[in-house]
């Protein structure tokens, strides 16, 4: 499988997401330019993480309107399988191809550690073939990734399956204080509702190698290999 | 025409020095000379006062491939790859407005480490500030977190160590140092030299405003806070974040001849550097240089210390790709100038000459000078304090007493900073801040792996300046090695007060003669650094701080450990069994008093200690290993045990060295020693080594699953209560 | 073509019910400080933005559609804006 | 007691010396987004407190003190104050 990892300016995520399904996953990688119009040759997009534009305005704000977003957004459309992580959840999410917005960390502090977080769907590209229930433990490293819907905006998640990850304890049990960022209602991840755009604030891409504290990661970057996905996001 | 002594205070020069200057030229200098005399001749950026010192230090070795003078030093750990890194302080900047301050500071760091075309690959810092109990220094302190994270973390560059101390000394002056670890090709080091006659001048990045005019002086004169005029530098960590992208891919062209990042005095000492370094001249015009504001003079655009700004030398037929890489990258670079043969810099204003000076003038003419110190009365009777006559410490309190320890800011849990810090981006971080001694960075596409630490007990330093300089060297060494890395090079940073004071001088002049002979001793070359010195407010100056970042080499990656002990592990102390309370936490915690003469410091017993816990180490003999530093042992031991379990003591080994006395025996400090953690099945093996190499190993203790410390069958205290207090000290 | 430049000043705000962390760090800030009299803080951002226009309402309604483009999250702020009198040519 | 609560409005912009890379960023979103006709954009934060006072003008004072101590960082930032007319009891 040909993996692009988009690069805005700022992104500083790419590296490892680059490094990480080529070291980690063992699959075909390429950068993508912010400049650039097409995304033809590739299978599935990472958009990294980051500070793209600095956060300046709002987090994600202002690269949701790069060149690349177009094809991004076809791709997307086509059904093709799109991972954004932190700056990405932010900048798809600005982009309305997730759900939601990101705002700043109840703590109003950037927070860098490992959590814990429960897989809650299987049906998507990125957690296709996961059981519902399964603990991975992840890195987080951001100041803005406090998930926001309202109250019938999350009923609505609820009932279309579009809630993929949540913050749990290390057991996988609910625990306000397992939650980071005071995300409404522990949520970490989220995808559309074809399941094919997944986006989380934790970073799978920095967890790729026992040798940096775990590679649970990879279970969700390699998720998109496996037999299935193009039947689980009706691609 | 006479010169007034305002106009000279303006550019911080002595009447002595201005007459230096006209002498050399044969002429009154004109205005913007007069500024970049100032700025070059400052002690920011001329080293007046501490390079006859600096000579001192050994700054040569088997690895050292780039020693002092450069952007940073690079040392060589095989393969072809080197390591570059420099520390560097941005105190006077911090004490005014401490996130910017802080931020810039972290900024400045970064660009000499890409200037010399490393990828950063690690950012350490080292921070000094009052007791926190006062809302300004909370503030301060904040800010400074604040700012560090800030700028790091959108750099994407981990933060992975540092070290953090409070003290009043440092309340009008708080310190703030920022360390960059890079990483090269040895065959591909970019240097600050311009050559080739005819080569294009090129400055790239932000557009110049009036920021920071007058900084690198402003650095060199006392009271911070009162002295400041100029205008705040506000940092953009995205802009450097392009331009660290733009650099090195510019760099993998042959068309560059030489880079030099614009920090302190801006332009002025980024010319006059590339030039004298290159033995070329250099010829620029201000009126070429973007501005940000209006209205600016050849003067202002000189001393401007905007940041995010690069000076890059081209040959003139690369231009246009050079240029192309910035484009690609949004950056906006403007031809300003070009290399000449006269060795002269020249700057122009359209057609008015404003500067045109021998390059040498600014830099080898600079004045350097002597003084003679003298020890400060009132510190050498500190030191005489006979501390063994205070009353010991009785075995009730012993619980209290390391409750009030583990919670002293000094010694608490880092986590509540270090949690602000982005530490796993880049995905090289094996051993992040907390999980040992120093942080261990892996070296992608090789086997290998660094640890970077930095250090400086400042209340030593201020007792007996030699052996505390001593110290900062061999325990930011010693944290390096705990991880089983073999510590092969250091940067330093000099925190001090006034030089012109002959106390202030002596600090100075006696700690930087015990740091050379601890890092010749350690065979740790000095390759970068940086002087800070004026650290001063209201007359007091801060404790001497002379920050040391040691850089160690792992051959095998999968060999480094932690601190954390594992149950069932017997506990070893390696090294001196004797410690004292002089200079200690302790006495200042339980007594108040910054007094008695700080431990002694055998080179070759350190020497010998720290090559037995990397043979251990290395030899998978060890599953984790820690320095004791402020607390003394039992605080150290705790620190090595996760909230679950337990540990039985037995510190009795060690009591007749420490005059039967519990304040020495537990909270005394020492150097030269290591706590390790072994499988019982491991003991036998770890005493032959010992033996052999001449290492004093004393077993203290089991660790156990019980939840709780139990000492010397005397005391129990519940191991999560230790923690709650240690995790208590930085929260509000 | 008659364009002057307008002075716009762009005020955005948290609607109503969304946290606002940031204003109530501020509040209990401002009381540990003893400003008691301080029952509440509200956070947002002010930008001033030099926009050439042919005229007051053309400013102000170019400078709404930054909002609805960019400038403002809808989803979660509102905004304000206002165009100073005074404009320079 | 005769006090009030008034609506202040306080907007803090930096000092116009200082370097502003937001407003810079934001002002090239908006050009890359074909607003060609904004000349420059400066970032600053909007803050709407609630204060308790005796009159409009102690409000205003008050709040003044507020930005002095702590709303506003005065070394590289400049602050304006409003208070709205209508007060609620
Ligand atoms: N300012 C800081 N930034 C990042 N990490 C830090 C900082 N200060 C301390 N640390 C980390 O906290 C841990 C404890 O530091 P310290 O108390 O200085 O250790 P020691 O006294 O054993 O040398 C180390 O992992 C260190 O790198
Ligand atoms: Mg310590």
Redesign the interface.
Known sequence: MRFGVVTFPGSNGDHDALSAIELGLQQEVAPVWHKDRSVDGFDALIIPGGFSYGDY??AG??AR?SPIMEAVTDFAQQGGPILGICNGFQVLA?AGLAPG?L??????SFSCRWVHTRVETGRTAFSNGLQPGTVLRLPIAHGEGRF?V?PEELAHLEERQQIVFRYCDEYGNDDPLANPN?STDSIAGVCNERGNVVALMPHPERAYDPLLGGDEGLQILGAVLRSGVEAAVGR | MTITTEALREVALTRVEYDQVVELLGREPRPVELGMFGAMWSEHCGYKNSRPLLKKFPTTGPRVVQGPGENAGVVDIGDGIGIAFKIESHNHPSAVEPYQGAATGVGGIVRDIFTMGARPIALLNSLRFGSLDSPRTRYIFDGVVGGIGGYGNCLGIPTVAGDIFFDDSYTGNPLVNAMCVGVVDNSAIMRAKASGVGNLVVLVGADTGRDGIHGATFASVENPEESHRGVIQVGNPFLEKLLLEACLEVLQTEHVVAMQDLGAAGLTSSVVECASSGDVGIEIDVQKVTRREQGMNAYEVMLSESQERMLVVVREEGLEDVRAIFDRWDLHSDVIGRVTGDGNVCIMDGEAVEVNVPASFFVDQCPTYVRDGIESARIANARAFDVDSLPDLSREDVGDALHALMASPNICSREPVVQTYDHTIMSNTVLPPLAGDAAVVRIKGTNKAIAVKTDCNPRYVYLDPYVGGMHAVAEAARNVSCTGAKPIALTNCLNFGSPEKPEGYYQLERAVSGMADAARALETPVVSGNVSLYNESGNEAVFPTPTVGVVGLIEDVSTAVGMTASSGAVLLLAGQHSATIGGSEYLKQRHGMTAGAPPSLDLDLEIRVQKFVQDAIASRMVHAAHDTSEGGLLVAVIEMLDGSLGSALDFSCLASENGGRLDRLYFGEAASRIIIAAAPTQVEALRTLAEAADVPLAEIGRVNTSGVLRMDDATSIPILDLHDSWASGLKR | MG?Q?YLV?V???LKE???D???L??RD??HN?G?D?????????????????GSPEQAQQ?TA??CD???A?T??EEYRITVADRATS
Do not use: C, H, W
Request: proline letters at 2%; charged letters at 20%.
């Open positions: 305005l709002r704000a202002i309107f600005e917005v705002l700043r960390n109840a703590n109003l926001f309202t005071g | 364009k430049q000043e005020f955005i705000s019910v969304v946290n962390p940031q204003g760090a501020i800030g401002l400080l400003f009299e301080v029952d509440g803080v509200r956070a947002g951002k002010y930008l001033q933005v030099s926009v050439n226009a170019r559609e930054m483009t960019l400038l999250n989803v979660i």
